[in-house]
Every structure is written in C-alpha cells, then in structure tokens.
C-alpha cells in the first residue's frame, strides 16, 4: 500500500471517492488502522480527552502532540498522518507558529499539521503552506474554542452563520490549505462549502455531503470513551467490553490459582526463551 498525497486527495474528490480518516494516538491502533485500510490517520488532540483523561483538549502539548505523533506514524510508514497544532501554538508570531511546526513535521514525523480556524488564521496557514508544510483546515465547532463558542453547539443553523462557514472555508481554500474538516455543521451548509470549494472537506458531524468523514477511533469502537458525542458518531465494535471481560478474567484465575497452569511453567529441562519474545 502506497500512503495517500494531497494531490491525490484533490483527484479522489474529482472522482467522487470519499476519504476515510480515524484518528489514533499510539502505535498499536495507526497499525490496525492502517491494515484496516484507512486513507488518513489524524493524530488529534482529542488525545486530551480520550488518552490522557482531561475534560476538554486545552491542556494538551506539543510535547503532548510530537510524542504520540511519532508512535503512530512507527505503526502506520504508509499512511498519510495529519497531527493536530495544539491549543495557543499558533496564535503568536509567525516565527512561534512555525517552531510548533517544524516539531511536529520533524520530530513527530507528520506529513501535515491541522488547525482551528478561518478568516482569523488564514495568513497563518498561508505562512505554513509556504514553508512546503500541508495545512488541514477545521471550522464549524472548534472545540479549542469551547470556552468562547459557550458549549458544543451546532455551527451553521442560520444564514449569518452559514454565510460565514462559507467565508471562512474560502479563506483557508485561498491560504492554501489542502482539506478543511468540518465539524457539527449542518448537513445544509457542509454540502454547500464541500460544492464550493476544490479542496476536499472532511465532516464529522456534518452530514452526508462531504468529501470524507472522520471518527475519533475511541467512539467507533467503543474504547471507555466517556465523552463520546451520541449522535453523529456510529460504533462498529465493542472493545472496551471485551477489554473489561479479559481483566476480569485474569484476575479470576489469578485468584482462583488456575493461572499460571502447566503449559505456563518453566522447568530445569527448558532452555532459552528467546523464541516466546520473537
Ligand atoms: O482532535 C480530533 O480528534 C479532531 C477531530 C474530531 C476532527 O480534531
Ligand atoms: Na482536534
């Protein structure tokens, strides 16, 4: 399998073939992820809520982001991985933004950066873009801006706020962005800007007409996500039970003393144990 580009990205929306995105944050689930056959990774920093138990992705870092980063890209070499820019990475000047960057693209090994943002953060992107890094665009709910928007609420219901999604999404088309996620925006005004625009959109909550769709790998398989959207997001599996039921399991027999049993045990008879490591 060869990864995905941006220029075939571009091509697959031409052609009418939707781009599937998962997110994942460490090396087991990019490598599932990528036998599964998934066109993109994004290291999200949903990581804040679904791995490291925070109640919102503000407290995430870029140490946060390149230290996950570059587990998942050891899982998944031939898949296309976007990271997240983390909440006041790229606010600042120039210089600042492109440090976090360079961060992620360098140490992370990311092929591309994702940030939050339109109208306001269009130059920023521009410079980013510039500097021969892909950018993926996110408007809609914004949830490093939680605190601002007031609670997740779905963007777009009124044709003020349409009108800006729809200004927002040219702007970063313009900036260069190669993709813009869109999320919990109506059905209505997705499929507008997904008509509009050249670039593909990729929706999460946001309805059927998009390019692509993206999940965070947590809800889809029911991983203890406790803070799993009920709506928008469908499962397809239950590990979490599964997970659950096997500790339990073994701390069953562990008590019960039917673990370890024979075929467990080491004798002087035994030799090297390389073999059970390989
Ligand atoms: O961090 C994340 O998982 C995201 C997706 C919800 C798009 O940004
Ligand atoms: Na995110």
Redesign the pocket.
């Known amino acids: 399998k060869q990864a995905l580009n941006i220029v075939k990205m571009k091509k697959y929306k031409q052609d009418g073939v939707p781009l599937s995105m998962i ?1 994942a944050y460490d090396y087991p689930t990019a490598l599932l992820a990528e036998e599964a056959g998934i066109d993109l990774i ?1 290291v ?3 990581l804040g809520n679904v791995v490291l138990g925070y109640d919102s ?1 503000l407290p995430v870092t870029i140490d946060d982001m390149v230290y996950h980063t570059r587990s998942v890209v050891r899982g998944a070499g031939n898949t296309f991985i976007v990271a ?1 820019m983390p909440f006041m990475t790229y606010h600042g000047s120039v210089d600042e933004t492109l440090k976090g960057v360079r961060r992620l693209m360098q140490e992370g090994h990311a092929h591309a950066v ?1 940030m939050e943002g339109g109208v306001e953060i269009a130059d920023t992107v521009k410079a980013v873009v510039q500097a021969g890094v892909p950018v993926l665009g ?1 408007i809609g709910l914004t949830p490093q801006s939680v605190n601002q928007i007031g609670g997740y609420r779905i963007q777009g219901k009124d044709a003020a706020d349409a009108r800006r999604l729809m200004d927002e999404a040219k702007a970063l088309e313009a900036a260069g962005a190669f993709g813009i ?1 869109l ?1 919990l925006v109506t059905e209505e005004v997705a499929r507008a800007i997904s008509e509009e625009l050249s670039i593909p959109t990729i929706g ?1 909550g946001a309805g059927r007409g998009c390019d692509g769709q ?1 999940l ?1 790998f947590h809800d889809v398989v029911q991983y203890a996500s406790p803070y799993m959207p009920k709506r928008f997001v469908k499962t397809y599996g239950d590990v979490g039970t599964l997970i659950r039921s096997s500790i339990e399991a073994y701390v069953k027999e562990v008590k019960d003393r039917s673990f370890p049993a024979q075929e467990h045990v080491f004798t002087a008879a035994d030799g090297v144990v390389e073999q059970l490591y390989g």
């Open positions: 997110t994004l999200g920093d949903s992705t997240d994702k996110h996620v999320e999460i993206v965070v």
